[in-house]
């Protein structure tokens, strides 16, 4: 009989709202009204979409610390009224050695271990958050990360956290990657070291043209950065990186000067639909300060973040056309990778996963 490779083993629920915690096993600008965004945005109706976050996870694979990611989410789930959950996960491995009754105490350890871990993670978690606001769940699967993906389509969380580890110091590492290409959901890497939670954020956008898919995309990346900070203040920034395509054929082709009044009507209209989107959203006076840095985002996104200290940056993925779903989208991994701080990684309407539940032989 076929079925799902992923199966709760231990949830305990604790309140309608709730955030998930995973352990795995295996540069020019335009200021605006400075200040904070507090909750509902000013000028918005007040409606759930930009409410706090009650329903987060948090992922910690087996090797990386938990603190900060657990710092993070507990101080989101206090601001958005929401409920912590701590999770853990067990993968099968099919090594032969772990078939003789040697290796199948050795498993047993481990997953004592991962068990003892959430136990504890959950105890530090309730220290920090009023009665009632604590749940936790084990998952069991092939693979861990594959589970929370798995886990995260059925349950549709608000955003799933995860601490930035890895061997390289200015990229994520294979199980925060897999996360930030298949993950459904909303996924914010904590980077170490900084503040236990932000006070400056950049939300990286492409307003597009209103009604269109960059549109709507740069709309819930600036609704994530928002709710984030729930009922508590944030500096939120807003940039739009511009290019002027072809720009050196255009130079060789037409001369300095009617390259260079193509370049400002470039960022007129790269002005104009930044704008055009905070308006829309009614935020003008949520923001702190909007942003034009011009050049490739990859590299002008990473400097203007790293001019202003952000804390955390938020940033839409609109995936590849043809592998819906399989990879982020090349210019979203080419500013993760080359940050050493916070990121959050927004998908657009309608992304689907492609992880599937492997199916279990008959």
């Not at 601001?79 to 067990?90: C, E, M, Q, S």
């Not at 994520?172 to 996360?179: E, F, G, K, N």
């Not at 996924?187 to 990286?204: E, I, T």
């Not at 960059?214 to 920034?237: F, M, N, Q, T």
Request: glycine residues 10%; hydrophobic residues 45%; neutral net charge.
């Amino acid at each position: 009989m076929a079925g799902p490779a992923v199966r709760c083993i231990h949830n305990f629920e604790v309140s309608r709202r709730y955030f998930l915690i995973f352990f795995e096993s295996s540069r020019p600008y335009i200021m605006g009204t400075v200040g904070g965004a507090v909750g509902t945005a000013p000028g918005t109706d007040g409606g759930d979409d930009m409410k706090g976050l009650g329903n987060v996870w948090v992922f910690v694979e087996a090797r990386a610390p938990a603190s900060e990611a657990l710092a993070a989410a507990a101080e989101a789930t206090l601001r958005g009224d929401g409920t912590l959950t701590v999770i853990g996960a067990v993968g099968r491995s099919e090594d032969q050695v772990f078939r003789t009754s040697f290796g199948r105490k050795v498993l047993r350890m481990v997953r004592e271990d991962r068990e003892s871990r959430l136990r504890s993670l959950e105890d530090l978690a309730r220290s920090s958050l009023p009665p009632g606001r604590v749940r936790s769940t084990m998952l069991d699967g092939e693979v861990p990360w594959h589970s929370v993906v798995l886990h995260a389509i059925a349950h549709t969380p608000d955003l799933l956290v995860v601490p930035a580890r890895g061997d390289d110091p200015f990229g994520p590492d294979s199980v925060t990657q897999h996360l930030f290409r298949k993950c459904p959901v909303p996924v914010w890497s904590v980077y170490p070291g900084r503040v236990p939670f932000p006070r400056r954020v950049l939300a990286a956008v492409d307003p597009g043209v209103s009604g269109s898919v960059e549109r709507d995309l740069a709309r819930r990346v600036l609704e994530l950065a928002l709710r984030v900070a729930g009922s508590g203040p944030i500096e939120l920034h807003v940039a739009h990186a511009w290019t002027v395509p072809a720009e050196e054929l255009i130079r060789s082709k037409f001369g300095a000067k009617r390259t260079k009044a193509f370049r400002d009507r470039q960022r007129q209209l790269a002005r104009e639909q930044l704008e055009e989107l905070i308006a829309e959203a009614h935020l003008g006076s949520s923001i702190a300060g909007t942003h034009l840095p011009a050049g490739n985002p990859a590299s002008a996104i990473p400097a203007l973040a790293e001019e202003l200290d952000a804390d955390l940056v938020v940033l839409g993925s609109s995936g590849h056309k043809g592998l819906a779903g399989i990879l982020i989208g090349s210019t979203a991994e080419a500013i993760v990778t080359r940050m050493a701080r916070s990121v959050a990684v927004v998908k657009p309407t309608g992304y689907v996963s492609p992880v599937r539940p492997v199916e279990a032989a008959a």
